[in-house]
């Protein structure tokens, strides 16, 4: 069974939310979910005070093309990540499903973009990926479904906050959650939906507009 979403992002979203949630309809702006650091430093002998927030690291994986994406395929975009394998019994063809609609929804937009990571680095293969990304219904390169080591999956998918792990008593053999996670163009979480349910695929529809917007 999977665990509960992590105390840390949950938090972070919750209490940003609540500030958010009060905001005019005109100016709203996502929280930044995560934690934080805040650092000092002199500047011709003024003290200036700089907030740093929490960041997608530096990735390399390779997609559906059998072709090396990394990090920067993804400068200057927003996009929604998210982890999965294309034999889950379990959360994962309602989760592509629902994301499915929202690529679709921003398919004339060049400046989102979508991260599919396989947490089944024994079989999903980029041949399999890329016979999966025809049948879901993928027709471009806007949408990646990527493979890497063990090490370098799950690795990653702590840094979006989001649980996943080999398990042999797991539908599947593997356990995951199944959150599309919101990304902007500085690489900061955004925002983070269960992609099981309709009504949180639709408020990360509303959220991304929000976030292509954003001043």
């Not at 690291?57 to 997609?63: D, G, T």
């Not at 989001?162 to 919101?182: C, I, M, R, W």
């Amino acid at each position: 069974m999977t665990i509960p979403f992590s105390r840390q992002l949950l938090l972070s979203f919750s209490i940003a939310s609540l500030f958010w949630s009060c905001d005019d309809s005109q100016t709203k702006k996502l929280p930044i979910i995560g934690e934080r650091d805040v650092q000092e430093s002199i500047v011709e002998g003024e003290t200036v005070v700089d907030t740093i927030y929490h960041q997608i690291p530096p990735f390399e994986f390779l997609n559906q093309d059998s072709v090396v994406i990394s990090d920067k395929n993804f400068n200057d975009k927003i996009y929604i990540a998210n982890f999965f394998f294309t034999h889950c019994p379990s959360i994962c063809p309602t989760m592509q499903r629902n994301l499915l609609s929202v690529y679709n929804k921003f398919q004339n937009d060049d400046r989102v973009s979508f991260l599919s990571h396989s947490i089944d680095f024994k079989y999903d293969s980029p041949s399999v990926l890329k016979s999966y990304a025809e049948k879901l219904g993928v027709t471009d390169t806007r949408w990646q479904f990527v493979t890497g080591s063990k090490k370098d999956i799950y690795g990653i998918s702590e840094k979006y906050l989001v649980y996943s792990k080999e398990d042999s008593t797991a539908p599947g053999g593997y356990d995951h959650q199944g959150f599309l996670v919101l990304i902007d163009k500085q690489k900061r979480i955004r925002g983070a939906y269960d992609g099981t349910v309709q009504e949180q695929v639709q408020q990360l529809i509303v959220d991304l507009d929000i976030l292509l917007n954003e001043k």
